[in-house]
Structure formats: structure tokens, C-alpha cells
């Protein structure tokens, strides 16, 4: 049983393909089309997938999308109707942006594959969601929770999934919030104010709010009400997102938190207007959390499951993860490593295979390297074209020993491994590694590579059985730090020796890392480890700001010669970047 | 390495006009004439594997001959703000580099065919040209129409919308029952 499952159109477009039940390859379109977000139809990844899986059109059993898309169209028709007039703007938009190519999406994968309409399946946003979250995670019964800007018209959901001891599966969606009362929105709405692209500067919100107090709970409590039955309804006078897609927020919101802030203008928490973005950004944060929290515990008090899986956008809030594990009730939290829409191509395809198909459950090992597989010769060939020297260590053991050195002497290596990961984050296998003792590193990789905010952390990856040493995990936090999902303090003893990837609360939003998922950067970790005495590492996206993270070992090679990594291994072979001054072959020429 | 540095430059001299000026001068800002400009819509999108060497070399000269031309054009009319007159002028420097520097491999590739090369990429250029008007006409007509079908169409609906609305709850609402896979609904 062959199945491709597809996620487009909105951000963050891919493609999954699961074969007998089990994903065989999956990769966001960004990824491959080189264009940051790309949510265009992604033919790119779909190819790549049936070439990863041996796998023609014509073999495809089922082809499936993640949403509904006239249902979708029902709910922007049904809000611009219900904000007749003020959104007449948002009408002719809307109307050309979905009739172009969304509305027609069965014609768009027939005309693309050559598959018949009667192969085309399509699950709702938020089951993908669902199903993404619970068939990835090492569970047979939890509770579910999907939260996300929106989906057809759920912006929440929460349910309940089981894998029955005959081996079927079934996920239950119990019930929903619905547009326009969503958390992912009142975030994204957070976002625009504070100058930050939305979609893209989530993390800076989360980031920013490190810095702040929450002075303003009280008046982010005015947008957001609880419900009587424990849900939550925005005010939405405060928003504007409903009437027009030029912004997300009223004059009634700007009166209530002051002007908002000029994107691209810079950003001081230290002076007096950077505090203050500050703490509106710790008063939404804290809202959400406090949201986020109530809604797990009702959920875990009405299941009485130990497990909750959590999907949709809103679940890359690792501070909220944290949050939600120590405090809801639920013993373990699944968080997949792509919790947003790319993740639910193959959310899609695990949904028609397990729960439509009814077919029998096949455990799914639980990391993330679904993508492209790097190609190590491909890096010397393209080093010789440019005149850099490319070394071929001649065993594993050694290129390990090299990258270790390069570390401890200061080094900025660009990591390239494996398949790429699916989802947000760098894991282990496209990563940009250092050495995470000092804050002068961090000010280093932020000025020469990331060109990006100071006040945005970086990660440390470590070892999963001495995680608990260097950072105060709770109880399920090592499982929930394996994608990155859960922001935890750093312990106090090592704040001063993890100066690079602590943040500014003492926290740090961990990698724990396991063995047998990602052999090779393990065994990096350890040597690190017997070598400073420390087995941490920072470990960032392997891309610049603004574009997507490396696939290919030539793009990782571009990357290393446009910003200041030192040195780029990619397997056994690695290119050291010549002092500054001396000229390579190419340049003498 | 130099559109990277370029993009820094202007980045920075952005930031700091930006940080120039008053609060409401963002709101003046909306209107970007993206219509016009080449880039971004797939219809300039250019496939380099699926580009012989001379076309390629072409392409890229006329793309550098006009960023230069265009560069050098801003450069004079911005004689009062003499920093960004700075940034254009450095950056003309790389680009009259580059312009001279793809047509010298484009001598040396295609030798005899160059002149005809550097047609086809004009051609190429004139019609995508025509591409982004025609877009950007139909852009227009279309939104248009839409705004007058908003007004004259939908009100009737909207009344009843919201009615509807007013009768909906607050809060979570029960799941819909599962529509059949098959359906976009």
C-alpha cells in the first residue's frame, strides 16, 4: 500500500510517503525549491519522495491532502460575508487567491501525477494534525491536542487516540474551538505588533519574552476571555484579522498597548520602548501558557490518559511544552519534529492508512530524518571547483576526532549528515555545532552567521542519559526535549559553562539526544564530552537568516563560504576555511 | 559574496531611514509597485540546469547590464541624501564588474554566436516584460469586478450571515461528524 500525503497552499508546503505503514520519505518544498516557507504546490518534494521510494504515480494507491479545501473556502466566504462591510478589501483577495489554484487542488494533483479523482483522498486540517502528533509518538493511547492559527475552521481540537490490541487505530476528535477564536492567531497577532513577520518571528516573540515581566496580563486578558466551559474567546475587537489580511490587529488593540513596533527598527530589551516590547511579549506568553495549561488539564482530568500528543503550530511554543508537561497532569508529551503543516503530509497519509484503511498499526521509530540523504563525495567535488582544499579522513573515527578538535579550539563547524530532518529545527544531521561555553560564542555565531536578533537563544544538544546532569529536566522532559519541543532550566552549577545556550532566564531549549537515532552525532557528542569534560554542544539550523535550511552538501558548501563557519564536514570529508587574508586557488587565478 | 554584501548595505542604510522617520511613514509605505517588478511571481523564475551555458551567460549580462543601468540612474537622482548615493555608487562598482565580466565568458563560450545569444535573451526579456503587464493589467480588472460584485452581490447574503453568527456559541463546539474522505467538504 503505497500512499503520498500532501501539505500546501498556506506555509511550509511537503510532501510524505508511506509505504505498507511506514513513512519512507518526507521533505518540506523549502527544502528542496530553496525558497523560505515556500507553500507553492510542492512537485519538487513529490518527486523526490517517489524517487526516495522506488515509487511511480501510476503505483500510488491513494494520493492525500491535509485539508478540506471547500470548507476551507466556506469559512473565508462566511467571514467576509459576516464583516460585510469592512471587508471589502480582504474580498477580491481572497477570491484571487483561492481561485487560482487552491479551490482546484484534485485537478492540480491529477494534472501534476496523472492519478485518477478517485484516488484522491482528502483528511481535515486538523486530523492531519492529530494523527501526525499520536501515529509518530512511541504511545498506544493518549490524549490528543492540535492547536494552530487555522485549519478549515478549527483553530483547537481535542481528543483522544488509542491503537487497540488487534492492532487498529482510532482518533477520536471530542470537540473544537473555531474561527476566528484562535490561539495560534492571537500569537501570530502578538507577532505583527512586535515588528516580527508572522509565521517566521513566532520564536522571536518567545524569545523576546525572556527579557520581560508580565505587566501586561491584565490587558492581554481583555482580548482573550476564558469561556464558561473552559475554552477561550478572543475579543474580537481587538483584531483585524478576520476583516483583512493587511494586518492582524485594531486601533482598539494599539490604544489598549501603546504603538506598535516598526519592523526592521532595532530591538534592546535593555532600553526603555525594548522593555516594554518585552513585556507584552512575557503577557502573551504567559496568557498562552496559562491557556494552554487549563485546557490540558481538563483534558487529562476527562480522559484520565497519561499521555498527551500535541499538534499544530502552536506546539513549537517550547516554553508552553515545558509548561504543559510539568503542570497538566500528563506524565509524558509527544511533540512530532514537525508539529506545523508541513508535518501533516504525512499526518495525512498515516491518517488514510490507519484509520480510513483500518490497517493493522506498524510501530513508526520516532525521529525525524526523513529527508534527503547528503551526499558526502558531492562536497569535495564542489570544494575542488572552488580551489578549497577538501580532506578525506580515512575513517569515521578520525573525521570525528577532527570536528571534536575543531570545537574545542573554538570552531564554527557546519554538521552535515544523513537524511534531513522533517519539521523546523536542525537535530543533528544539518546543524551549524559550537562549543556552548561562552556568550562570546553566542555573539559570534549571531553577528558572523545567523546575522540575526541578540536576544534569540541557541540550543544545546546532549547526550540523553546526562541531559538530567546540565539541565533540570522534569519527569517526560528528555523525551520531550528529542525534537527540541521543551524549554527547561539550565542548572544552576553550569550557567557560567553553558554561558552560550543559556538564555537570559536561565533556560534552554534542549536536544536530547539518543544513540540509535542519531548514531553519528552521538558518538560526536561524547567525544566532545571526554575531551572538555562537558558532552554539550550548540547546535543551530544549518542556514542563514532568511533562507531554509541546507539539503545538499553544495548548498551547505555556499553557505560555509558566505558567512563565518570555520569549518564544514560532511561525513568523513571536511574543508577548513583558510585564514582570513589568504586567497584560495580560485580567487589567485 | 557581493549580492550578499549588497544586501547588507542596503539593509543598513535602510535601518537607518527607517529609524529616520515618523511613526505614520510606515502606513505611506503600502504602496510597492511589485506588479512592475521583475522577480518572484514564476514568471521570471529561471530553471539554470535547463539553461545552455551561452543563454546563461546572457541572461545574467543583460540582468547585470540592467541593475546597472538602473543603479546608476538612482544614484543620480539622489543628490540630496549623499549616503545612499554612497551605497549605489559602490554597489554600480560591482555591477559594471559583473556585467563586463559575464559578457567576457560569454565571448569566450560562444565565440561566434554571442550577438545571437544575447538576442534571444532580449527577446526572453521583452517577453516577460509583456507577462508582468499583461499580470499586472488583469491584477487590476480582476479586482475590480470582485469590488463590484462585493457590493452589488453579496449583501443580501451577509444579512443572513449574520444572523447566523449572532446564534453561535461561545467556546468549543462539538466536533462535526466525520464527511467522507472522498469529499472536499
Known sequence: ?589 | MDELRHAHMFRARGREILAALPQAADEGAAFQAHAFAPGERGLDDLVVEAESDDSLLAFLHLSEKAAAQRFAMYREVLGFDEATQGVFTQILRDEAFHMNYTYAQLRRVSPKKHGLALWWARLGRLWKGYLRLASAIANVMSTVILTAQYFLVLPLFALFAKAAARRLPRGWTPARSASPLGSQY
Open chain 1, 1 to 589: 500500500m503505497k500512499i503520498l500525503g500532501i501539505s500546501a497552499h498556506y506555509h511550509d508546503s511537503a510532501a510524505a510517503l508511506v509505504v505498507d505503514g511506514l513513512p519512507v520519505a518526507a521533505v518540506q518544498e523549502e527544502r528542496l525549491s530553496r525558497k523560505k516557507n515556500d507553500a507553492a504546490f510542492p512537485l519538487e518534494a513529490i518527486e523526490w519522495c517517489l524517487r526516495a521510494g522506488n515509487v511511480t504515480p501510476e503505483e500510488l494507491d491513494w494520493v492525500v491532502f491535509y485539508e478540506k479545501p471547500m470548507l476551507k473556502f466556506e469559512r473565508i466566504v462566511t467571514t467576509i460575508l459576516r464583516e460585510f462591510p469592512a471587508s471589502w478589501r480582504a474580498f477580491p483577495k481572497a477570491m484571487k487567491n483561492t481561485l487560482g489554484e487552491k479551490l482546484w487542488i484534485k485537478g492540480v494533483i491529477t494534472s501534476h501525477l496523472g492519478v485518477p479523482g478517485s484516488k484522491i483522498l482528502f483528511t481535515e486540517h486538523h486530523q492531519s494534525h492529530a494523527a501526525m502528533a499520536f501515529l509518530t509518538a512511541p504511545t498506544r493511547r493518549a490524549a490528543i491536542m492540535t492547536a494552530d492559527g487555522v485549519g478549515e475552521w478549527a483553530t483547537l481540537s481535542v481528543g483522544r487516540g488509542e491503537v487497540k490490541d488487534d492492532g487498529t487505530t482510532t482518533i477520536e476528535v471530542l470537540r473544537e474551538v473555531r474561527f476566528p477564536h484562535s490561539l495560534g492567531m492571537l500569537y501570530s497577532t502578538f507577532t505583527a505588533f512586535l515588528g516580527f513577520e508572522v509565521n517566521e518571528g513566532e520564536y522571536k516573540v518567545m524569545g523576546l519574552a525572556s527579557y520581560g515581566s508580565p505587566r501586561f496580563v491584565d490587558d492581554v486578558r481583555k482580548v482573550i476571555a476564558r469561556t464558561d466551559d473552559g475554552a477561550f474567546a478572543l475579543d474580537m475587537r481587538y483584531f483585524d484579522y478576520h476583516k483583512t489580511s493587511e494586518r492582524s490587529f485594531s486601533a482598539a488593540f494599539v490604544d489598549l498597548f501603546g504603538p506598535p513596533r516598526k519592523p526592521h527598527s532595532p530591538l534592546d530589551p535593555t532600553t526603555e520602548s525594548g522593555r516594554r516590547y518585552a513585556d507584552i511579549a512575557a503577557s502573551a506568553q504567559r496568557v498562552l501558557e496559562d491557556t494552554l495549561v487549563d485546557l490540558a488539564k481538563d483534558l487529562r482530568r476527562e480522559t484520565g490518559l497519561a499521555d498527551l500528543c500535541f499538534g499544530g503550530g502552536v506546539a513549537l511554543n517550547g516554553c508552553a511544552n515545558a509548561r504543559i508537561l510539568r503542570e497538566s497532569g500528563f506524565e509524558r508529551l509527544f511533540v512530532p519534529s514537525a508539529p506545523g503543516d508541513a508535518g501533516c503530509a504525512l499526518g495525512a497519509a498515516l491518517f488514510v492508512d490507519r484509520v480510513h484503511l483500518g490497517r493493522k498499526h506498524r510501530e513508526i521509530p520516532h525521529h525525524p530524518y526523513w529527508g534527503p540523504v547528503v551526499e558526502p563525495g558531492e562536497l569535495s567535488r564542489v570544494a575542488a571547483e572552488d580551489g578549497m582544499p577538501c580532506e578525506t579522513l580515512s575513517t569515521d573515527d578520525a573525521a570525528l576526532d577532527r570536528v571534536v578538535d575543531a570545537l574545542a579550539a573554538g570552531k564554527i563547524v557546519g554538521w552535515m549528515d544523513g537524511a534531513a530532518e522533517l519539521g523546523p529545527r536542525a537535530l543533528g544531521n544539518r546543524s551549524i555545532l559550537a562549543a556552548p561555553h561562552t556568550a562570546a560564542m553566542r555573539d559570534r555565531l549571531n553577528k558572523e552567521i545567523k546575522y540575526r536578533e541578540e536576544f534569540r537563544p541557541f540550543a544545546p544538544a546532549v547526550p540523553i542519559e546526562v541531559a538530567d546532569e546540565y539541565f533540570d529536566l522534569p519527569p517526560g522532559g528528555a523525551p520531550l526535549g528529542a525534537f527540541m519541543s521543551g524549554v527547561f532550566p539550565v542548572r544552576e552549577k553550569w550557567r557560567d559553562r553553558l554561558a552560550a545556550v543559556t538564555h537570559v532566564d536561565g533556560t534552554a531549549r534542549v536536544q536530547t539526544v539518543e544513540r540509535d537515532k542519531a548514531p553519528r552525532f552521538y558518538e560526536l557528542l561524547k567525544r566532545y564530552g571526554r575531551r572538555t569534560g562537558i558532552p554539550v554542544l550548540l547546535n543551530t539550523s544549518f542556514n542563514l537568516a532568511g533562507e531554509p535550511i541546507v539539503t545538499r552538501a553544495v548548498e551547505g558548501y555556499t553557505t560555509f563560504r558566505r558567512c563565518g563557519i570555520d569549518v564544514l564536514a560532511v561525513g568523513r570529508h571536511i574543508v577548513t576555511k583558510p585564514a582570513p587574508g589568504t586567497k584560495n586557488a580560485v580567487e589567485e587565478q
